[in-house]
Every structure is written in C-alpha cells, then in structure tokens.
C-alpha cells in the first residue's frame, strides 16, 4: 500500500531541426504612392543540447524584397535583410547577484527568488537588421540582449533583459532629405543615428491569464517597462561633477564610420 508502480513515456526531440519559409504579400508605399509586391524567404536552425546541457540555440536569416511592377526600369523598391541568434540556457544565472542582493534588501520575496532559480531560463540574443529603400535611405542596425524567461505558473509570466545594446545607423540620400525630412523636426530627428544601452535593467514584460468563468470568458494583462541608457548618463554626469562647467563633455563612441556622443 505505500508504493506506486508507474511508467514514464518520453517522446524523443530531434537534436538538429531546419526549416525554410518562404510568403508573399502586397503592399502601397506612401513615399512613391504606388502599389508593391513583396517577396521573402526566411532559414531557420535549431540546435538541441548544444553544450550538452539542455541549452537549445536557433537561428534564423531571412531575406526580402519589395517590387514595384509598374516601373521596370527600377523595380527593386526595398531590400531587407536579418539574421538573428538566441541561445536559451536552461538556468537561471544571476550574474553580479543583481537578484540576491534585492531579496536581501527586501525588495523581492524568498518566494520570488526560489521560482527564479528552480524556473527561469537564461536568454542570450544577437541579431542584425540591414533594410533600404532604394533613392531614400538605408538603414543598419544591431542588437544584443541578455535576460531571461520565467514562466512561474500556466497564467504568470515575467521576461527580465538585464543587459541590452541596440545600434541604428541610418543613411539617407539628398532627395530624401529635401522632399521630407526637411518639411518634419520630427522625422528628421528619427533619422538620427542612435545608441541605447543598459548593463543592469533593460526592460520587463509581464503578462497574466486569468482563469475562465463559467461562460468561457477570461481577461489577459500585458504590460512593459523599458529603461536605456541610465548607466551612461550616470557615468557622464558623475565625470562631470568634478569638472569646472568651461570643462564638461559629452561620452564619444568612435566606430570605423560612425561617432555617437551622449
């Protein structure tokens, strides 16, 4: 009577798995006000157990085109390129003890903390987007991130990102700018180049579930906090301080092409 015989059925995953997409759609450029027919291919690879842990790395490149059939003379309107990495590591890694020291501060619970370092996964991400329209500006950017996933009930999700630098560097033609980012502050400004980083909070999503009632009916709650570029300017500010005002200066990152300065 104190003992139960039960058997444990495992269906085996495949350690490699590819994949390849390919779709078509239409759509109406509002900079050359003429309809365009998009093509766009994607390759997708999954590799189970990579460091024979458990970890599980995918990574995807996609490619696509946008044609304007009504000139052929120019009928390759937008290029848009991506490929992007994200390795999943099945534990929960808490790296300069960010999460230890808030419980022990008290501002995260025991509770809190247990869920963390019995579920979450960690989540590594490198991806690179390059995108033109052709005669009016390219774009390249690049974007990294390190967090991760806790799922801590069926309803209950949180996805932390701890580490995060995003990249943008636009280039736009002389046409383009004559004909519409003269005309907007605004537009223009977006056009900028552009530099976000952050070393401790990047951003958090949570969402919940609720249970169904008796008439099937339920309610979700989504809700995202995002926060970039704190470490620097308070690097920049305390480097300041000790400057006379005739001295302070702006934190330079010089690229083969590119300076940002904040």
């Not at 350690?15 to 078509?24: A, K, Q, T, V």
């Not at 390795?87 to 022990?104: A, C, E, G, Q």
């Not at 370092?117 to 390059?130: D, F, G, H, R, W």
């Not at 033109?132 to 996805?159: K, V």
Request: net charge neutral.
């Amino acid at each position: 009577p104190t003992k139960i015989n039960y058997r444990l059925f495992l269906t085996p995953n495949k350690r490699y798995e590819s994949g390849l997409g390919l779709e078509s759609n239409t759509s109406n450029s509002p900079l050359i006000d003429q309809p365009l027919l998009g093509v766009a291919g994607s390759i997708s690879n999954r590799h189970r157990n990579l460091f024979k842990g458990a970890e599980l790395l995918i990574a995807n490149v996609e490619g696509g085109v946008d044609l304007n059939l009504r000139n052929l003379d120019s009928i390759v309107n937008t290029l848009d390129f991506r490929i992007q990495t994200d390795l999943y590591y099945p534990k929960f890694v808490d790296y300069f003890s960010i999460w230890r020291t808030l419980n022990k501060l008290g501002i995260t619970n025991d509770a809190f903390l247990t869920a963390q370092q019995e579920k979450a996964s960690t989540k590594v991400t490198l991806a690179y987007n390059y995108l033109e329209r052709i005669n009016f500006y390219t774009i390249n950017s690049f974007n990294a991130s390190i967090g991760y996933d806790l799922q801590r009930s069926p309803r209950l999700r949180y996805i932390f990102n701890h580490v995060g630098i995003d990249y943008l560097s636009p280039r736009t033609t002389e046409f383009f700018e004559e004909e519409f980012l003269a005309e907007s502050e605004f537009l223009r400004r977006s056009f900028d180049k552009q530099f976000f980083t952050s070393f401790f909070f990047r951003d958090l999503s949570f969402s919940y579930s609720s249970l169904p009632n008796r008439f099937g009916e339920s309610f979700s709650f989504i809700t995202r906090m995002e926060l970039s570029g704190a470490e620097v300017a308070a690097t920049n500010a305390l480097i300041n301080s000790f400057r006379d005002e005739a001295d302070r200066r702006s934190f330079a990152l010089r690229f083969p092409n590119d300076t940002i300065s904040f």
